[in-house]
T-cell receptor
């Protein structure tokens, strides 16, 4: 069974204080690893997708990396508007899996001004 | 705005009742997915449809059913509702059923179901 574990559960940062969020996964053949951002009461918003170990993607203050067992979401010089829950999800290979995403519980990030 | 439309935004009902949640995918997307998000279980995959056909099934209860219509909109039917069914229900859409290519799921704003 595919599993995703995110840590920490919650993270408080001061504005400008860089940090990283971790996503550990076990999957029967990885098709892709996805990062989403979710604001309270809203749907998840797509950030990145990574397909193979060693791949990196960047967007503004966010950078996602992937190894064979985990992914990191690095946040550089965060701002209060980066406060949200960050969700990691994996998509497994195989026709019976369809394109389902298996999500972790998320990391709730709060950035204080 | 993701382009995925879900209605209604909020639904309050009683135990034992039946409700229908509706989803319109992004223009051009053929796959529709349903997820349930509760406080104690995070986002859980329920079911996927591709161009009207069921493509994959998660731990969806027998009391729940879904379908995708010829115009590609989808409906999730929840019956014999229990208190534990209270949750956020999200619909997502993507272009493909599955492939070794970029197949990103875009989520709607969700329907908040409260069973009293």
């Amino acid at each position: 069974e595919d599993q995703v574990t995110q840590s920490p559960e919650a993270l408080r940062l001061q504005e400008g204080e860089s940090s990283s969020l971790n996503c550990s996964y076990t999957v029967s053949g990885l098709r892709g690893l996805f990062w989403y951002r979710q604001d309270p009461g809203k749907g998840p918003e797509f950030l990145f997708t990574l397909y193979s170990a060693g791949e990196e993607k960047e967007k503004e203050r966010l950078k996602a990396t992937l190894t064979k067992k985990e992914s990191f979401l690095h946040i550089t010089a965060p701002k209060p508007e980066d406060s949200a829950t960050y969700l990691c999800a994996v998509q497994a290979r195989g026709e019976t899996s369809g394109s389902r995403l298996t999500f972790g519980e998320g990391t709730q990030l709060t950035v204080n001004p | 705005d993701s382009g995925v439309t879900q209605t209604p935004k909020h639904l309050i009902t009683a135990t034992g009742q039946r409700v229908t949640l509706r989803c319109s995918p992004r223009s051009g997307d053929l796959s529709v997915y349903w997820y349930q998000q509760s406080l104690d279980q995070g986002l859980q995959f329920l079911i996927q449809y591709y161009n009207g056909e069921e493509r994959a099934k998660g731990n969806i209860l027998e009391r729940f059913s879904a379908q995708q219509f010829p115009d590609l909109h989808s409906e999730l039917n929840l019956s014999s509702l229990e208190l534990g069914d209270s949750a956020l229900y999200f619909c997502a859409s993507s272009q493909y059923p599955y492939r070794e290519v970029k197949n990103i799921q875009y989520f709607g704003a969700g329907t908040r179901l409260s069973v009293l």
